[in-house]
């Protein structure tokens, strides 16, 4: 799964407003976030193996550290806990580590069995919808227009740069998906490794376009014009 984590980070916003989209993207995508510095550094593995699903080339072998059940739910806490430290805001903390256990639930609908429950465990989990490419395409667009929705539902733009980051950082998103599907097989794990580091600038972007965006039901009379654009 790609797009539908950003789905639930955008969609997050309607939920709890304080956060920045972009914390709210880095909760989403935390275990992708981690896992390809576990990648680089060799111990956690990943294969390119065209075939072993529909949708995806990608075999992941070894990643208890990250996509385990129990790896989620530890990073979820520590997520969560580190943002109650620095805001000392319960609600949204838990909803942070909420967002972070997204991740392993939304992968356990798309992945083959190979998410396993803990450290050192022999039992794999995944419903596997990777293996029908419509069925991914319409669950993932699904979640991924939803979250988007919800987000503008909520946030208007302060000025142009808000509005055209916005809708700039939404397509760059559908694009990289595309380009995913289409596109051919990575060259090697550490292809796969270098790529998914890339994904910090997509927090990053998510950070810019947040501050040039005022997540209030009412909207500010001085930028109702731009906010029709927005």
Known sequence: MFIGHF????????????PSLGTMFMAAQWLDLVWPVLVLLGIEKVKVA???TAFTPL?????????????????AGLFGGAYYLLRKDRTTSI????????????DLLVHRPDLPLAFGNHIFMGFGLWNSTAGTLIVESLLFAGGCALYL??????????????WSLIAFLGLVYVMNIIGPPPASAQAIGYAGLSQWLLVGWAYWVDRHRNARAEVPVGVAKINATG
């Open 95 to 106: 909803i942070l580590g909420g967002l972070v256990l997204s991740h392993w639930l939304l």
């Open 7 to 18: 789905g639930a980070a955008f969609a997050t916003k309607k939920m709890n407003r304080k």
């Open 50 to 52: 065209p075939g072993i």
């Open 153 to 166: 539902s909520v946030s208007h733009s302060l000025d142009r740069k808000g509005a055209i980051g916005c």
């Open 59 to 75: 075999d992941f072998t070894y990643y208890p550290f990250t996509h385990s059940l129990l790896a989620a739910v530890l990073w």
